[in-house]
């Protein structure tokens, strides 16, 4: 019941935050319009005046593609380049806005018309949640490093000295859901620690780091129990949309469609966020009070 | 009618019991009508030692000398001695290749060799003193893939021989095509096989002499025609096949069993066993299907099969049905991989993998890869050595038209929603991508193209221009082409000028002279030529005509206008940026929708235009069917006189939205 009720809450406060949510949207847009744009002036100059790229109309050409990078090999190491320094700017920001939607979530019920604290909440944790951010990111690397050192002693001698490669796969498929079970398991506390900083407002964040251990591990049942409904919810949702997404493209109903309900997709990601922050809000009010 | 019955009945139970009492009964056969001269057959008596991986052989070759020359040598290839040691050619030319594990860990289980320990001529004395190792295509001393006896008596013309040998082998781990891995055996190349004698006139011959290369690692058939009775002795839990038909198997007291294979009219024959095959068998058009697959690979049991049967169904509607009564199919495990993706007679390699997911093509690529070369190399037996272009260049062109036409010409290869690429496209593009599309022609012999071995030039390159052939004399012309030549030159061991005349031949009768006297310009480009195909459209420009023409035209001495002019001339310059010379279309496309298409032969290196039009031209096209295939750069055969960037952006808003979703995605854990 605790779950569905912290459940409950989180889609609540998701749907009062309207405002957020299409800031938040705005905001994805621009950075990915940060990629695209460059992206499009560059290929409109290089490809506007050729008829080839009426090849684009039925989707991906080979062809095109690849005489496209013989010709102008420097392409894909600008993408990837842009992509890549786009991609980290986009990470810091959401660390910045981290501060601020808990910030705002967490004073939902008294301050709801108002975005100025949500900024004022950017601004004032994102150091603190930059250096968070930055400890999670060693346990998360220790945790995949781990995992894949038990991976490989157990697949020891490869084939030299397996005679199935299915036993391979298995190990593979068991370490791989194993390692997801427990970078699922670092995220939440993560995020736990992050309402931890937010509630408690202490300049050192080890306490807070270490406290959201303790809360989860406390109430594992209800912290993992809404972190994993929500986040199975979450994949359901995906594979619905790719499910959609894949009937779209082989009906071959025009890519506006096909846009638009992937930007329909894009707004429930950043509703899954939110629930997720709302929802853990809750679960730490609730265990304080307990 | 009651006694003619039962004589029937009374003959066929005589020639039935006579059958039974011989090795190979009547069924057996394979032709009533020989397919071949059958020059070289060869029964093989081998056994397999699983512990040590050797191999002990009894071997007798029936040789015909169908030549007027008298024949005082015979050269043998040994090629599992490319594996003997870092002296070979094999390994030499495969420094850098991976294929060869660090010497500092190699122990003698990696290493393979063959030794013939005795030959002798009938039942002669033995002659292994007479023989010598020899090094016909580098002078290389520490090589020992080819052997030469020297004869005691020659060989006169027209006379037969029988050569008998007794020789012992050590199986190399695998490293390329040949070997062991684990207990998995593929025996390719694996006995001592008898060059080819070419008398005056015959390919590139001026005088009779034997061909018999050594063993490259880019190149390895050619051999005459024969039969193969091989009795394969092995352990008992071990599933062979091979080339050939299974004629019985006899079970032994200890341990192992000896199968028994028959095979016509066929150039080589090779084997494989490992107690861990799944068989899987099925009949197609008459033709037994064995297929001999990793029990865990059973997922692509289907994928290997029905891409087999489609390419059967292609090749035996436009060259001829597959006459052989059996194909195998053989994948080999993932760590003996590199055995896969070869060609034997009546028998294919094609690589397998756990979980190999449906997007990726490598088992239908591969399957029908290496069936069009029972056509192109096994049945049209050229050199590979000498002309690899025509059995791995003809096999790539012909496998995909096949992928293309089961599969689609945009997904046969790769077939994801995003991604996806047809296997005619793959050929190109790694032609076109070459880091030196100059850099030799096409008719070199395989191991003397400059810095190792661009395969394109040999796969890639010909594909692409056998497809441009294709384009520029249409598709029922290239299939009569094929036709013509696979026809006469069937069980037989043609040269380029045998496939050029074909070419001639037919598009003279289909096309008289509308691409000149004959095509041999085609090829003085493409297969004589290093250079390469790049059509452009160079400008288009529109000039308004300022006026009518008007003034005093005769003696009336009135002004008239005289034939106003349209409202434009338009110019259009085309360009040829390489030395290849192709006829090509241009489409030309007014603003109003009414389009011109135009020929140009394609010559001078720059060609002109010039419409006098009421409209401006949209676009201009070369080649708007893309028949000239191999032009190097699509992006400047068309040009707009107006930018569009529309399906550029329809495309890449697509990709934005991926990016978002990515972006999005990230940011829930952060």
Partial sequence: MKIINALKYGFRLASLNLKLWSLLYLINLLFAGLVVVPLLYYLGGKLAMTKATDRLIGGFDFTLFNDFLNQYPEFLRLLSTQTMVVGILFILLYVFLTGGILTRLKNMETDLH??????????????????????????????????????????????????????????????????????????????????????????????????????????????FGVYLLLFGLFVLVSFFYGLLDGFIHQMGIPSLVLFLTGQVFVLAQIGFKLVNFGSMVKVMKNGVNE | MDNAIRIFWFVLFWVNLFSVGSSLSAQDVWFEVPLSERIASYDISVKLDTELHRLTATQTIYWQNTSDDTIRTIPFHLYLNAFKNTGSTFYQESYGSGRFPDLKNTTEADWGWINIDKIKIEDGEDLSGQLRYIHPDDDNDKDQTVVELVLPQPILPRAKTILKLNWTAKIPKIKIRTGYSKDFYLQAQWFPKIGVYEPAGMRFAEVGQWNCHQYHPTTEYYANFGNYKVSINAPANFIVGASGTRTRVDTQSDGTATHHFYGEDIIDFTWTTSPNFEVVKDTHSGVQLELLINSEYSCCTDRYLESAKHAMDYLGARLMPYPFPKLTIVVPPLHGINAGAMEYPTLVTAPG?????????????????????????????????????????????????????????????????????????????????????????????????????????????????????????????????????????????????????????????????????????????????????????????????????AGIWDDS??????????????????????????????????EDDTEVLEQWDGKARTHGLTYETDVRIAYVEIDPSQKIYMDLNILNN??????????????????AMRIQQVFQGVSFFI
């Fill in chain 2, 638 to 655: 068309s040009k707009r006189t107006v930018p569009d960037t529309r399906s550029i952006w329809a495309y890449v808003s697509s990709w």
């Fill in chain 2, 557 to 590: 001495l009135r002004v008239k206008k005289e034939n106003p002019l349209k409202k434009y001339q338009a110019k259009v310059v085309l360009q040829r940026l390489e030395e290849i010379q192709l006829p090509v279309e241009i489409l030309v496309h007014f």
């Fill in chain 2, 353 to 549: 993998m756990y979980g190999f997911p449906d997007w990726l093509r490598s088992p239908e690529y591969f399957v029908i890869h290496e069936y069009v070369h029972q056509y192109f190399m096994m049945m049209v037996a050229t050199n590979e050595f000498e002309e690899a272009w025509m059995d791995e260049g003809f096999t790539s062109y012909w496998k995909s038209r096949i992928l293309d036409d089961a599969y689609g010409i945009k997904n046969s290869v790769i077939d994801l929603r995003w991604v996806r690429m047809g296997a005619m496209e793959f050929f190109r593009s790694r032609y076109v991508g070459m880091d030196n599309i100059h850099l030799a022609e096409s008719t070199r012999a395989g191991w003397e193209y400059p810095n190792g071995s661009p395969r394109a030039l040999f796969y890639s390159k010909p594909a692409t221009w056998l497809k441009t052939l294709e384009g520029i004399v249409g598709v029922a012309t290239m299939d009569k082409i094929m036709k013509t030549y696979f026809d006469r030159w069937k069980f037989r061991h043609p040269c380029r000028y045998d496939f050029i005349d074909a070419v001639n031949e037919v598009v003279a009768e289909n096309h008289g002279d509308e691409f000149g006297e004959n095509m041999n310009w085609f090829f003085h480009f493409v297969l004589y030529g290093t250079g390469a195909c790049d059509y452009a459209v160079g400008s288009i420009q529109h000039y308004e005509n300022a006026t009518a023409s």
């Fill in chain 1, 114 to 223: 108002r975005l100025g604290n949500f900024w004022t909440g950017c601004g004032k944790y994102f150091w603190r949640l930059l250096r968070l951010s930055f400890y999670f990111m060693l346990i998360h690397l220790s945790v995949a490093g781990l995992f894949f050192a038990i991976f490989s002693w157990s697949v020891a001698g490869g084939l030299d000295y397996f005679t199935s490669e299915a036993a391979i796969f298995f190990r593979a498929k068991v370490c791989f859901f194993l390692y997801g079970f427990f970078a699922l398991f670092f995220f939440m506390v993560h995020d736990y620690a992050k309402v931890l900083v937010i509630t408690n407002n202490r300049r050192l964040i080890f306490r807070d780091f270490w406290g959201a251990f303790r809360f989860v591990i406390k109430n594992i049942g209800t912290t």
